[in-house]
């Protein structure tokens, strides 16, 4: 259901009259960057495996587990929910310069993807952004409504979710061995994650080239869905904080609720069924997913509930000089991850609990990075780059 603007009521500011509306956007945006590293600090360190099944290799050790499970509970998905919910209500918000320059931009993004996909980490985004971008932005043009919008995103997610199902019934009983690799597997995997060259990008290309498949098939569903409703809240006003501080609060602690009710009952059938492979990879990912969609509409209207008392915070100023140099922090969070654990050495070397110790740090350089550079640039420099690329927006 879409979130509704609330009437005005007595004692009450809208968020529009805060003078830093903008920088509120910019701010959630970048809160959902830093987000999302940490659920990618254990892609980084650890085997691909590991980052849907914390028993990969066996029974975690406690900590493992319930660093893990915390995580599951309040951050898997949930990051990389509000960034799609986000990227749509951006492309809604380019609408107005053109399609084709909007198709121009999401094929650079897709440039972009498949150089860092290839070249530095096999678990880039960028590509499925741009890809489930242009369905978006054909649908986005074509919608009469932002009711319209709302539905067939709505739809869309749905039909995601439902792939997802029907993909279990067909999965084989045998474990699959990118769920539960074996010994040799792993030694492989660790071989050409730390060696490099020609022979880690020939696999990035094949995993890239798989990812994509799958996004195709299943989760392009999902996030074509996701980027509909987002253009569809930025069209009505919520996600540009037009409504009221307490209408917000109100809609955020009972998504957050909603979320937890499914979330957490997932997770104990995890363990419960000892993570098996047809449970965990497909029928109980669909509620995880919902949940996760649910949680960050939550994180984004609790944001915008508390925004005005936010706002005057440093750290939210902080937030938005990184939401404003998404992409390029993005990228700095890859070559800083990549350095530490296949360059250095760190990879396999660190449990969750001290990966997780990582990512405040890699946070603060992120922060630093983006204060500084822009007390002298407008835009951050892919950004910059990307702009260049795709060239000037048609006026008028």
Not at 17 to 45: A, P, Q, T, Y
Not at 122 to 149: F, K, P, Q, T
Not at 302 to 330: D, H, P
Request: charge should be positive.
């Amino acid at each position: 259901m879409q979130p509704r603007l609330a009437e005005s009521a007595p004692g009450t500011e809208p968020l529009n009259g805060c003078s830093r509306r903008i920088s509120l956007l910019d701010s959630v945006r970048g809160l959902s960057l830093l987000g999302i590293l940490l659920l990618n600090i254990s892609g980084f360190g650890l085997p691909s495996a590991a980052y849907l099944n914390p028993a990969y290799a066996g029974p975690p050790p406690l900590i493992d587990g319930v660093v893990w499970t915390l995580l599951d509970v309040f951050a898997q998905g949930v990051f990389l929910s509000m960034f799609a919910i986000l990227f749509g209500g951006a492309l809604r918000l380019l609408q107005s310069r053109g399609r084709s320059w909007n198709v121009q931009r999401l094929f650079w993004l897709g440039v972009l993807g498949v150089i860092h996909s290839v070249l530095l980490w096999d678990g880039d985004i960028l590509l499925s952004y741009s890809i489930a971008g242009l369905a978006a932005v054909i649908l986005i043009h074509g919608a009469s409504s932002g009711e319209n919008l709302m539905r067939t995103g709505g739809l869309l997610y749905l039909i995601g979710l439902g792939v997802l199902v029907w993909l279990g019934s067909l999965s084989s009983a045998q474990t699959n061995s990118g769920w539960v690799p074996s010994f040799s597997e792993l030694q492989a995997e660790a071989g050409w994650k730390l060696v490099g060259g020609m022979a880690a990008w020939s696999v990035r290309f094949d995993t890239m080239l798989m990812s994509q498949m799958s996004m195709i098939i299943q989760y392009g569903w999902e996030l074509v869905g996701s980027m509909l409703i987002g253009s569809a809240l930025m069209r009505s006003g919520w996600l540009k904080g037009q409504g009221e501080p307490q209408a917000y609060r109100r809609q955020g602690w009972m998504l957050f609720g909603a979320s937890l009710a499914i979330g957490v009952p997932v997770v104990g059938l995890n363990w419960w069924t000892g993570w098996d492979y047809t449970w965990g990879s497909y029928y109980l990912q669909a509620p995880k997913d919902l949940s996760a969609s649910l949680q960050g509409l939550g994180y984004i209207a609790l944001w915008y509930g508390y925004g005005c008392r936010i706002q005057s915070s440093r750290i939210a100023g902080y937030l938005a000089k990184v939401g404003r140099m998404t992409l390029s922090n993005y990228l700095l969070q890859t070559l800083i991850c990549t350095t530490l654990f296949y360059r250095l050495g760190w990879y396999q070397q660190l449990d969750r609990l001290s990966l997780l110790a990582l990512v405040p740090v890699i946070w603060c350089v992120n922060i630093l990075f983006s204060v500084v550079w822009l007390r002298r640039f407008n835009s951050g420099p892919v950004e910059w780059l990307w702009r260049r690329l795709s060239g000037k927006p048609p006026t008028g």
